[in-house]
């Protein structure tokens, strides 16, 4: 079973792939669409779920969504046909910091993908080129909540805390006009809905090869969050516009 089949089971259950619930999603939108008739683009789309619910509920919305996984891509534009919405979804199979586009856009999102850019600071200058005059970026990025332990730093690698995050966001230029850090719940209801229906699809195909991978994959995971990052781990999501340059300059 590759990486990639196994995050499309894991997240069966809870189709934006970071810790935030549906109101949070929403109201994440609401902010970044004011209008109600932007350009969308967001870079590592995966299932484009931020796309199509910008698109369901605003009909005058235009989407464009960038990944390298076929896989991802066809079950986006599955879920914007069954919505009727398709016609306004433009979806691109390549890698996103190499994606280049005539047009800029009013919203750039990019939310727990910034590791294809290398962190977050490249991911908002990827952000940048693409930006219209007065666009705003949606951007999700994790902190360290608390004090890590070896293992959860083994798990994430070095994270700043949430003050020097945003303080590192600022200093780049970026104003942030709305943000949501994810709660307690919406941190566990995430891990519990990946790492659980990951370990149901295992015991629903006991006779599947990958069944076995599965459920190790499962129960390590889970240990891996309770036991390593539960207590430290946090998840940011702001939504910025540039700064204005009042040096003259």
Do not use: N
Not at 28 to 43: K, Q, S
Not at 82 to 107: I, T
């Amino acid at each position: 079973m590759s990486r990639e089949e196994v995050s499309g089971i894991a997240h069966a259950d809870h189709a934006i792939k970071a810790p935030l619930d549906d109101a949070s999603v929403g109201r994440l939108l609401g902010h970044a669409l004011p209008r109600g008739d932007e350009r969308v683009l967001d870079l590592g789309c995966g299932t484009a779920e931020w796309l199509v619910r910008a698109l369901a509920t605003r009909p005058y919305v235009q989407a464009e969504g960038v990944d390298v996984s076929e896989v991802a891509l066809r079950q986006a534009g599955r879920a914007a046909s069954a919505l009727g919405v398709e016609e306004r979804l433009v979806l691109h199979r390549r890698e996103a910091a190499d994606f280049v586009s005539p047009q800029p856009f009013d919203l750039v999102i990019s939310v727990g993908a910034t590791h294809a850019f290398g962190g977050l600071l490249p991911t908002l200058a990827a952000a940048r080129k693409h930006l219209a005059p007065g666009g705003r970026v949606l951007i999700g990025e994790s902190f360290w909540d608390r004090d890590p332990s070896p293992a959860a730093i083994e798990a994430f690698g070095e994270l700043a805390d949430l003050a020097t995050t945003v303080d590192l966001v600022v200093a780049d230029g970026w104003t942030p006009v709305h943000g949501h850090v994810s709660t307690r719940a919406e941190l566990d209801a995430y891990e519990w809905a990946c790492w659980g229906s990951l370990a149901a699809w295992a015991l629903d195909h006991p006779d599947d090869p990958a069944g076995v991978q599965a459920l190790e994959t499962a129960t390590a995971a889970r240990s891996q969050w309770l036991h390593g990052y539960r207590d430290s781990f946090g998840f940011v999501c702001l939504v910025l516009r540039l700064t204005p340059d009042t040096t003259g300059k």
